[in-house]
């Protein structure tokens, strides 16, 4: 475990150098990231890059996650919405930061063990649901944020519609193997577009994203 504490330390400084909002390293410094991964790759579970989860899906690489929350400028009373709940690590990472968290996913057998592990670790206020044909989850809308962990061939208006006024979306936007990290801030007159760099993630199912 000695081996695990330093791995861990030795991220979060890394983390700490690169990213400004204080709030988003002290709560990834919180959230015990190997207990959302597979037995065999716990040991790894601290290296900054991501993992195979199953099912053709993975666990994001920690930086890319602390600058996806960054941009959505939490504060700490939000109800935020993500898509792509994978093994819940980013939910319970968001569940330290803000007030609510609804996170959906598309893989049963993930959206079942994700939410056991984040009942296990005591965190209560993140619902976890099974993904519907359309993409978020409007029946709660409309989020302060939304955090989507999957890519899209364009930013989907249904998530844009499901965004408060003033409200951020980060999603990465491009083809299936190469996309741009985007920030979407939703205004009364026109919404505020800015690209955050490139990135790699699985694909985004559903209406508005890609045919599975």
């Excluded at 081996?3 to 959230?31: F, G, Q, T, Y």
């Excluded at 040991?43 to 053709?56: K, Q, T, V």
């Excluded at 985007?182 to 508005?208: D, H, S």
Aim: hydrophobic share 40%; proline share 5%.
């Amino acid at each position: 475990m000695a081996c695990m504490e330093i791995a861990r330390d030795n991220l979060i400084r890394k983390l700490d150098a690169h990213i400004a909002d204080k709030r988003v390293v002290d709560s990834m410094r919180r959230v015990p990231r190997e207990s959302f991964v597979p037995p065999e790759s716990r040991f790894e579970a601290y290296d900054d890059r991501p993992l195979s989860i199953g099912f053709g899906q993975t666990i994001s690489q920690p930086f890319i996650v602390a600058l996806m929350l960054q941009a959505l400028e939490l504060k700490g009373k939000e109800k935020v919405l993500e898509l792509g709940t994978g093994s819940g690590y980013e939910a319970a990472v968001l569940s330290e930061m803000v007030s609510r968290v609804i996170t959906v996913e598309i893989v049963p057998e993930l959206e079942e063990s994700a939410k056991r592990v984040l009942q296990e670790l005591g965190y209560s206020n993140v619902e976890v649901h099974i993904a519907g044909k359309t993409l978020g989850w409007s029946a709660e809308a409309p989020y302060d944020a939304i955090m989507v962990s999957a890519g899209s061939p364009r930013i989907p208006q249904i998530l844009v519609e499901q965004l408060a006024w003033g409200g951020r979306m980060v999603i990465p936007v491009g083809s299936y193997w190469e996309q741009e990290l985007v920030k979407v801030t939703k205004c009364r007159k026109r919404n505020k577009i800015e690209n955050l760099g490139g990135c790699y993630f699985v694909p985004l199912i559903g209406e508005g994203g890609w045919e599975k």
